[in-house]
């Protein structure tokens, strides 16, 4: 389709711009809101499947919520809840669209235990680290309840059994890992760039999933 053709041309210039010492911004505030923008089109002019038309909705009202986090944590300050506030909106969305057919209770408990296995180790580094660094409350309350809402989708993606779903979800997870293991445990040179271009593979995984 098109419009994931050029959600993928726009992704690669922003990934072009972080890439960049001291990074490219004008490129950076054209390409990553772009991106977005594209793939909602790309998910309001897909063939969904038969049971994702209502899901697509979801799925839709949560790529305008991730634009808008996108948007705040693009802009100059620290703008880190509004934006983490964005994208847990966001990822409500896409847990409600999972439940529109949501999976089995016996595939949701596998989900929960694969989803607890591999988020609590760095769940707890996180907040291990925002503690030692006497962050405030109000930031250490964000992110937990961030770290709970991302994992409930997560987990949820992995019960549904739809591999395209599961795959995006994972490598949105492993996206906004990045983001805070940089921010509070440690940064790393390359974060930028793996940080952009997991969250955007991500991204175009859960909207690709409605096709199925």
């Not at 949701?108 to 503690?131: F, N």
């Amino acid at each position: 389709m098109v419009a994931f053709g050029i959600a993928f041309v726009f992704a690669v210039g922003n990934w072009f711009a972080v890439a960049r010492p001291g990074r490219l911004l004008a490129l950076e505030y054209v390409c990553k809101p772009a991106t977005l923008v594209a793939l909602i089109f790309a998910a309001g002019l897909l063939d969904p499947a038969a049971d994702a038309h209502t899901r697509r909705i979801w799925f839709v009202a949560a790529l305008v919520c991730s634009l808008a986090g996108d948007v705040f944590l693009m802009l100059p300050g620290d703008l880190f809840v509004p934006g983490l506030a964005a994208f847990l909106v966001g990822h409500l969305a896409y847990l409600v669209g999972f439940w529109v057919h949501g999976p089995s209770a016996g595939a949701l408990i596998v989900g929960v235990i694969v989803t607890a296995a591999a988020v609590t180790p760095i769940a707890r580094r996180v907040l291990t680290a925002i503690a030692a660094r006497e962050e405030p409350r109000e930031l250490r309350i964000a992110v937990v309840a961030y770290m709970v809402v991302i994992s409930a989708m997560l987990a949820t993606a992995l019960a549904t059994g739809n591999a395209v779903a599961a795959v995006g979800a994972v490598l949105f997870v492993a996206s906004d890992s990045m983001i805070a293991w940089d921010r509070f445990v440690r940064k790393f040179a390359w974060a930028p760039v793996a940080i952009m271009v997991t969250y955007h593979l991500g991204q175009a995984g859960l909207v690709a999933s409605l096709v199925r």
